[in-house]
């Protein structure tokens, strides 16, 4: 399996659950993190544009 700590026959329910849960959570920080980030280059790009 490559993908072992989502094996429920071996973790269990609970564990994959929160496996899965805190990959989800990891996600959707990282694609916040890209958006404050696209808008902070924005800001930038239109300052040196005046």
Not at 5 to 10: G, I, K, Y
Not at 30 to 41: E, G, S, Y
């Amino acid at each position: 399996m490559p993908y072992p700590f989502l094996d429920v026959t071996r973790n269990g329910v609970e564990s994959v659950a929160v496996a899965a849960l805190a990959i989800t959570i990891l996600f959707l920080v990282i694609c916040v993190v890209a958006v404050f980030v696209d808008h902070a280059i924005g800001r930038l790009g239109s300052k040196d544009a005046r």
